[in-house]
């Protein structure tokens, strides 16, 4: 089967999704999201942590034993509004560089184990001018934002 990788102007090196193993994808103001697993080191039931307080504190944040998690407001990140919170929001913790990062979002969609066979079904569409994003995948009748947590987190890593 043919690779559906489209090439870009844009596309200067591999894209993400080839040495990409899981792919998790998520929701963000209705928005359809995804991103490699790679990162990604627990996913949080928000209203098990019973935390409310300081997700919405000036310095939003939860606790899991002896760490203290920023939390990075996606939200206010890509300009949208956020929806009343509810039983599927989830927390994503991503760890880079020793360090972890929260990231509320609304539903977790689901988890993929990516194969070749999986990698084959997906396109991908390199745009370096999104924010944030390292592009467009088309995956199982869907156009999803591939978010690209380092670009998010660098600064706060340094």
């Known amino acids: 089967m043919k690779k559906k990788y489209r090439i870009t102007m844009d596309d200067k090196k591999q894209s993400p999704i080839d040495n990409c193993s899981g792919l998790l994808t998520f929701k963000i103001a209705e928005q359809d999201f995804c991103t490699d697993m790679a990162n990604v080191v627990e996913i949080i039931n928000p209203l098990e942590l019973d935390q409310e307080a300081n997700i919405n504190s000036e310095n939003p944040h939860v606790n899991l034993g002896v760490i203290k998690i920023p939390m990075i407001d996606l939200y206010k990140m890509f300009d949208m509004n956020p929806r009343p919170r509810s039983k599927d929001d989830r927390i994503i913790v ?65």
């Open 94 to 158: 991503i760890e880079i560089e020793s360090k972890f990062f929260g990231f509320l979002v609304e539903k977790i969609s689901n988890i993929y184990s990516l194969d070749n066979e999986l990698k084959n079904e997906i396109e991908f569409i390199s745009r370096q001018a999104l924010i944030h994003l390292a592009g467009i995948l088309k995956f199982r009748n869907k156009d999803m934002f591939f978010m690209d947590f380092l670009s998010v987190v660098s600064e706060k890593v340094k």
